[in-house]
């Protein structure tokens, strides 16, 4: 699992500490919102690539494949990656992820492969929008 934290999270525990009922909603609506925009950026990152890796045949159903290059989100194949991508809201927590065994290491790479990241990035894409929300909400 990759856990996110943000820096000032002792201001922002404070200024939630003071905030509203209306505010905490709006937090927790923010939170899912953010969630929600960190799975399908993902899964839209597997889906449509770049690829600019070796291209292949493949076998059981023969087709060509282009592959990723290295740094690369992973080139969608048989839509499996893409498909397990799963997302929980509880609360003022969101939680993106895959079952997939090998999701790991297409994310950080192996001693033999290199990282494919699909989910740092989109986490990372939606790190200053989640940021404005919660001062909007907060200040």
């Known amino acids: 699992m990759i856990a996110v934290t943000f820096e000032g999270m002792d201001e922002l525990k404070k200024a939630f500490k003071e ?44 087709r060509t494949h282009q592959a990723s290059a290295p740094g690369e989100p992973p080139m969608s194949d048989t839509g499996r990656l893409a498909s397990s991508m799963q997302f929980e809201i509880d609360g003022l927590t ?8 090998y999701g790991p290491y297409l994310e950080f790479g192996t001693s033999r492969m290199a990282a494919r990241p699909f989910l740092l990035p ?9 940021r404005e929300a919660l001062k909007g909400i907060l200040s």
């Open 122 to 130: 989109s986490v990372e894409e939606q790190r200053e929008p989640f």
């Open 94 to 101: 969101g939680y993106v992820f895959t079952p997939v065994e």
């Open 19 to 62: 905030a509203s009922e209306t505010a905490r909603q709006k937090v927790a609506e923010a939170v899912a919102r953010t969630t929600l925009d960190v799975h399908n950026a993902s899964v839209k990152r597997i889906q449509n690539g770049p690829a600019s890796g070796i291209v292949y045949e493949l076998y059981k159903p023969r």
